[in-house]
């Protein structure tokens, strides 16, 4: 049997990821996760830039890994870890826009679905409708951790959408459920989670507000999303 070489766009050796992954968006945000929460990191990729690193919270190895920023990039690095590498969860943390005017920054939002008019998972799976919804399992341990550490969250409805820039509101273009928020990416990772029978789940700060025009500064954006890491990285560890 030949020896596995990684992906185009993974080095990693078998063995060197988890089975639980946590992926942002930002390859430094996931830099910083490691190095500021995990025992030993080790750097498993550095291909394109999309940094990942293997270690321990709390005694329990995880592995934390970018997935770069949109549904094809997701849908590449997230397909890849569960289809290669034998990953089983995998949690999204990252950032969203709000739709809703009582929604502040920092906020933390669970994503229980997520909406889409993106051709992926119809053009890859051939499945059908514009709603993708992430593992109930993995959401519910997100929720009850979020309880445990005090803290609060909303869940409900998100838009994955292809376009950051974009004149698309909730009024001119009407959809039959009431989002929260926008973000990029989720509708992909449960996707690829649901055809290749793995679990994945997302977990969100709100960073903007399109309805309030506020808005987050980069290093904010990089940095200081912690109460949403803590989360993920105590859920990760009952996987």
């Not at 080790?42 to 934390?64: A, D, Q």
Request: proline content about 5%.
């Amino acid at each position: 049997m030949a020896e596995f070489k990684g992906t185009p766009h993974n080095h990693a050796k078998l063995g060197d990821i988890a089975k639980t992954v946590l992926m942002p968006g930002d390859p430094l945000r996931a830099k910083y996760v490691a190095e500021t929460f995990l025992e030993d990191p080790k750097c498993f990729n550095t291909v394109r830039g999309m940094l990942g690193y293997t270690g321990k919270y709390k005694g329990k190895e995880i592995s934390i890994m970018a997935h770069g920023m949109g549904i094809p990039s997701i849908g590449i690095y997230s397909y890849e870890l569960y289809k290669f590498y034998d990953v089983e969860n995998i949690i999204r943390f990252g950032t969203a826009g709000a739709f809703k005017p009582e929604m502040d920054l920092f906020d933390i939002l669970l994503v229980e679905h997520a909406y889409s008019k993106s051709t992926y998972a119809k053009a890859a799976y051939g499945y059908e409708g514009d709603v993708m919804d992430p593992s109930p399992e993995l959401n519910e341990v997100l929720a009850a951790t979020a309880e445990e550490l005090g803290k609060k969250y909303w869940k409900g409805y998100v838009h994955s959408s292809d376009n950051f820039y974009s004149d698309f509101t909730i009024e001119r273009e009407p959809v039959p459920y009431d989002l929260l928020a926008a973000e990029m990416e989720a509708f992909a990772l449960f996707a690829n989670a649901r055809h290749l029978g793995k679990k994945a789940a997302c977990i969100l700060t709100i960073s903007d507000s399109i309805v309030n025009h506020l808005e987050t500064t980069p290093e904010q954006r990089q940095t200081g999303f912690t109460e949403m890491m803590e989360v993920a990285l105590n859920a990760a560890i009952k996987l």
